[in-house]
């Protein structure tokens, strides 16, 4: 009997675990670029009851008696799906569709990488830079920072589908600044460490970041001017991942409750 108010307790905590999981979802189903994550379990240790078991007949069972010890947490994975395209009409709005991630230079000189493009330009002793919205500027394919002219009309910006800079000029001639939006791709993207805003960073198990310009056997990700790309939660699949999460709470909670009733008994009995 002790062994159910353990192997409840772990169930009651990897379901709130599941619960703390699903409302980060909802929390950031408008979030731009966000991916949504589940939770995945795996069983504890088992305890073996009989190491040989016998039928009534004292012949060997082709199975012997085990109890598990209840469950725990294994990890919470993020799922890139592509996630829906949004029309924004801002011209430094950037969606991408494909494996791809942006890269922007953080403020301690490290590279994050985001696939939430809505990005602006603010303006700097070199020119006008275009950042994200926490101030950190987007790195062109060659890891430099993207910064235009102080003089330039920005909504003469034409960027095509791979990236690709150029400029209107008065006389409708069309420019080649030289300049692409380094875009990069990971071969394990779940095992990117999360940090705020929206920013990932390269870790061991994500594996270095592979640039599609370098690198020739990705496949390139396109880039929408004027789009953002949505978050990919359901708001339906996570209702029903919440009843199901709280409906496996509340029987992880009746197990316990049993439990103490049983053991109440047994304390109670008289010989």
Known sequence: MLRSL?????????????VDTISNNLSNINTTGYKKETNEFKTLL??????????????????????????????????FVQGALTRTENTFDFALEGEGFFQVQTSDGSVAY?????????????GLA?????????????????????????????IDSYGKISYREKDETITDLGIQI????FNNPSGLLKISGSLLQESEASGAPR???????????????GYLEASNVQ???EMVNLIVAQRAYEMNSKI???????????????G
Request: aromatic share 4%; proline share 3%; net charge negative.
């Open 46 to 79: 088992y305890s073996k009851l009989q190491r040989k078991t016998l039928d009534n007949e004292n012949n060997p069972k082709p199975v012997i008696g085990q109890v598990g010890s209840g469950v725990r947490l294994a990890s919470v994975t993020s799922r």
């Open 256 to 270: 316990i409750n049993a439990s103490d009733e049983m053991l109440q008994q047994a304390n109670n009995l008289r």
């Open 114 to 126: 985001t696939r939430a493009g809505n990005f602006n330009v603010s303006i700097d002793n070199n």
């Open 235 to 237: 708001a339906v699949d």
């Open 182 to 185: 380094g875009l990069v791709q």
């Open 6 to 18: 353990w192997t409840g307790a772990s169930g009651m905590i990897a379901q709130q675990t599941a």
């Open 130 to 158: 275009l950042c994200n919205s926490d101030g950190y500027q987007v790195l062109s394919s060659t890891g430099e920072p993207i910064v235009f002219d102080r003089d330039i009309v920005t909504s003469n910006l034409i």
């Open 211 to 225: 640039s599609e310009t370098e690198d020739d056997a990705l496949k390139p990700t396109k880039v929408y001017s």
